[in-house]
């Protein structure tokens, strides 16, 4: 349902040409990572009123999915005929601070995997119900029910020894030309952040609102859907949902984070 | 899972001019748009809001195809008598939905 296209496909040829002649020059030397004092949440650059739809619950529209993720969370489901609060109770407690440090190592998968797939994981092993598929309506509201339960909390370091090369990898896509336009995620988002790209301009790219309410979107979204987006905007093909290369990028994009406040969830342009 | 989002204050001052926000889920397909194998998408619109205050209208609004999904509306009202306020949207494909808000004015 995506109403536009993203913003990159949405720049005329020239304008796309131009913005590249003026990557290439400014990204021929990487600055690497933003220092950690620099950062700032996407939330910083929005608009007044988009800031005011942010801040009031019972105007932000990802309201409505957190209510109906509250519904699903004490809903029974499955050949077990659990409920999620069955087993974990009250969210507002014992899913505080969860979506903090995810995406999380999971020794079965033997890589990390993010909240949506812990969400379906826990569906299919201890509801044993069908996954619910990516970027549906149900997946995205128990996914912004349980973000909102850290909404305020700061973005935790990943402590996990396995997790680092997972880091590492998602860091080497981050920096890493992709796709017709030949452009890296770090050449818009470390090296010219705060600039504007034609008209648009160029947050730092972080995951601290997600899933987030998205104006072009009409709707909420994850943060997967947002990496495809850039990645079509880039004229590279994006991965699959799910595909480990997302969830690594997640991984790197949360650490990149560490420290910044969860937002979720947050309205974005 | 269409609830509806009321925000009204619990309590006001007779003669008192409150705000009123209702929000609703809603994909308001405009009826322009085209799927990806080519066959136009049919409009799905919420056509008619209004709101009564103890029975009496206070506020209606007609929507059309160029309101964002999820329309947010809202608009003020002067306290009178405590009392319930009434909503209800009425749309394309049969939509309706309605919900209530209780006030007390003092």
Known sequence: MNRSAPSLCALGHRAAMAAVITLAVAGSAY??????????????????????MQDDDTVNPATLWVLDGEVLWNQKAGAANRACADCHGDATTSMKGVAARYPAFSPARNGPIDLEQRINLCRTERQQAPPLPFESRDLLALTAFVGRQSRGMAIAEASDERLKPFIEAGRKLFTQRLGQINLSCAQCHDDNWGKRLAGVLLPQGHPNGYPLYRLEWQGVGSLQRRLRNCLIGMRAEP?????????????????????????????RP | MARPLINVPAKVKRGQIFEIKTLISHVMET?????????RIPRDIVTLFSCSYNGEEIFRADLYPAMSANPFIAFFTMATESGTLEFKWTGDNGFSETATATITVE
């Not at chain 1, 949440?41 to 005011?52: E, P, Q």
């Not at chain 1, 480990?244 to 969860?262: C, D, Q, S, Y």
């Open chain 1, 31 to 52: 600055t690497a990572d933003i220092p950690l004092d620099q950062r700032r949440s996407g939330y910083a650059d929005l608009g007044r009123d988009s800031k005011a």
């Open chain 2, 31 to 39: 009826g322009y748009r085209y799927s990806t194998t080519g066959e």
């Open chain 1, 239 to 267: 991965y699959e949902y799910g595909a480990p290369e997302n969830v690594n990028m997640e991984l790197f994009l949360m650490w990149r984070a560490r420290g910044l406040k969860i937002e979720t969830t947050a309205v």
